[in-house]
T-cell receptor, first 114, second 112 residues
Framework: DAGVTQSPTHLIKTRGQHVTLRCSPISGHKSVSWYQQVLGQGPQFIFQYYEKEERGRGNFPDRFSARQFPNYSSELNVNALLLGDSALYLC?????????????FGSGTQLSVL | SQQGEEDPQALSIQEGENATMNCSYK?????LQWYRQNSGRGLVHLILIRSNEREKHSGRLRVTLDTSKKSSSLLITASRAADTASYFC????????????FGKGTKLTVNP
C-alpha cells in the first residue's frame, strides 16, 4: 500500500503569492494533520481534519487554511506569503481522530519564499 | 510553541555504542511518542508510551517515562550508521487536544 503522498516536493514562491499544498493519506485513514517545520526546529501543528471537518487548529494566522475532500485527501492553502513561511510542510494521516496514536507522515513539501 | 525539549541537541557516537536522548515536557500528557527524521524529510514513528507506563521496549529501542519529573528517555542500543538521523519526542496532552507537540530534536550521528 502507498504511504502518505504529498505534492509538490519542492516549491519556490515570492512574497505576497498564494500556494496550495496537497496530501493523500494512507488508504483507509480518515484523519489528516498538517505541520510546519522550520529549519532546525521540530514540527508545529497547523490543522487537523477528520471526516471533512476541522478538529483542531494551531497558532497560525488566518492566511493559513485547509480543507479535506470526500476521498479524505487534503489541501493546505497559504495566502499572502511571507519570507517566514519558508519551511517544510508535513502532512500526516491516522485512522481515527481523538486518539493521538501513531501518525504516518509524508515526505513533505519544501516551500521557499523569496 | 514547543512543549518538549530534547537533550542533547547533538550527539556523535561510534557504531556499536549506545545512544541516550532525553526529553522534558511542561504539562500533563496522555502519551509521549518518539519519531525519527532522516535528512529533513518525513518523520517515522518509533515508539509510543502512555502516561500510565514507565518503560517500553521495541527491538533495539528502550523508552522510559517519568511523569513526576515530566521527562522521558530514548535508548538505542548497539547503534548502527543507519541510525544517523534527528530524533524528536512528541507529546499528546490531556483535555481533548488532538495535536502532537514536538520538541526541537536531537541530531544523532553514528560514525562507522
Amino acid at each position: 500500500d502507498a504511504g502518505v503522498t504529498q505534492s509538490p516536493t519542492h516549491l519556490i514562491k515570492t512574497r505576497g503569492q498564494h500556494v496550495t499544498l496537497r496530501c493523500s493519506p494512507i488508504s483507509g485513514h480518515k484523519s489528516v494533520s498538517w505541520y510546519q517545520q522550520v529549519l532546525g526546529q521540530g514540527p508545529q501543528f497547523i490543522f487537523q481534519y477528520y471526516e471533512k471537518e476541522e478538529r483542531g487548529r494551531g497558532n497560525f494566522p488566518d492566511r493559513f487554511s485547509a480543507r479535506q475532500f470526500p476521498n479524505y485527501s487534503s489541501e493546505l492553502n497559504v495566502n499572502a506569503l511571507l519570507l517566514g513561511d519558508s519551511a517544510l510542510y508535513l502532512c500526516a494521516s491516522s485512522l481515527w481522530w481523538g486518539t493521538n496514536e501513531k501518525l504516518f507522515f509524508g515526505s513533505g513539501t519544501q516551500l521557499s519564499v523569496l | 510553541s514547543q512543549q518538549g525539549e530534547e537533550d542533547p541537541q547533538a550527539l556523535s557516537i561510534q557504531e556499536g555504542e549506545n545512544a541516550t536522548m532525553n526529553c522534558s515536557y511542561k504539562t500533563s500528557i496522555n502519551n509521549l511518542q518518539w519519531y525519527r527524521q532522516n535528512s529533513g524529510r518525513g518523520l517515522v514513528h518509533l515508539i509510543l508510551i502512555r502516561s500510565n507506563e514507565r518503560e517500553k521496549h521495541s527491538g533495539r529501542l528502550r523508552v522510559t517515562l517519568d511523569t513526576s519529573k515530566k521527562s522521558s528517555s530514548l535508548l538505542i542500543t548497539a547503534s548502527r550508521a543507519a541510525d544517523t538521523a534527528s530524533y524528536f519526542c512528541a507529546t499528546s496532552t490531556q483535555g481533548g487536544s488532538e495535536k502532537l507537540v514536538f520538541g526541537k530534536g536531537t541530531k544523532l550521528t553514528v560514525n562507522p
